[in-house]
T-cell receptor, first 116, second 112 residues
């Protein structure tokens, strides 16, 4: 079975450009999470969705960041405009509905973003 | 204070050694606890859940102390392939919410 799919795997862009990261969760998972990982701050939850609805976006750093989930099989995280401090690895993760399993989250391979 | 705190290490141990990691969490209402493993430049993967009574999976043993709010992971007979970063993970909001809080990780290097 395919796991969580993320694209692109690597992105190098210049400051001020728009960046869009994509995620396809595991089929049947109704929770989707976006995380950011840096050496300084570790793994931080940015936002998560349940049944395509954003539940908690308190981790989104600022208005330059936005996330959407138009359907159960696709989500995007957009940064506009990007800044060098946004350089990080961005992970998408998904998990099964409540009541069907523990809180296990399955992570995608991540997108390594470098903003010059 | 961070919600989940771990010693970053690194722990450098020889093959065959026993090594233990601890982690503390701040929210006493936390309900779910896990250890995830992350290899260099890879995504985190679930290693094991941590249950109140303690649990074992092969060479790995996890313990939870709710009174002191700490979680431990013991690895026996370390293998080279155990070299990774081990992330302590807590659901700080109890059941009904699936947002997890990750510790910064403890790096383990097993040496031949």
């Amino acid at each position: 079975d395919a796991g969580v799919i993320q694209s692109p795997r690597h992105e190098v862009t210049e400051m001020g450009q728009e960046v869009t990261l994509r995620c396809k969760p595991i089929s049947g998972h109704d929770y989707l999470f976006w995380y950011r990982q840096t050496m300084m701050r570790g793994l931080e939850l940015l936002i998560y969705f349940n049944n395509n609805v954003p539940i908690d976006d308190s981790g989104m750093p600022e208005d330059r960041f936005s996330a959407k989930m138009p359907n159960a099989s696709f989500s995007t995280l957009k940064i506009q405009p990007s800044e060098p401090r946004d350089s990080a690895v961005y992970f998408c993760a998904s998990s099964l509905p409540l009541g069907t399993s523990p809180d296990t989250q399955y992570f995608g391979p991540g997108t390594r973003l470098t903003v010059l | 204070r961070k919600e989940v705190e771990q010693d970053p290490g690194p722990f450098n141990v020889p093959e065959g050694a026993t090594v233990a990691f601890n982690c503390t969490y701040s929210n006493s209402a936390s309900q779910s606890f896990f250890w995830y493993r992350q290899d260099c430049r890879k995504e985190p993967k679930l290693l094991m859940s941590v249950y109140s009574s303690g649990n074992e999976d092969g060479r790995f043993t996890a313990q939870l102390n709710r009174a002191s709010q700490y979680i431990s992971l013991l690895i026996r007979d370390s293998k080279l392939s155990d070299s990774a970063t081990y992330l302590c993970v807590v659901n700080p909001r109890g059941t009904g919410r699936r947002a997890l809080t990750f510790g910064s990780g403890t790096r383990l290097q097993v040496q031949p």
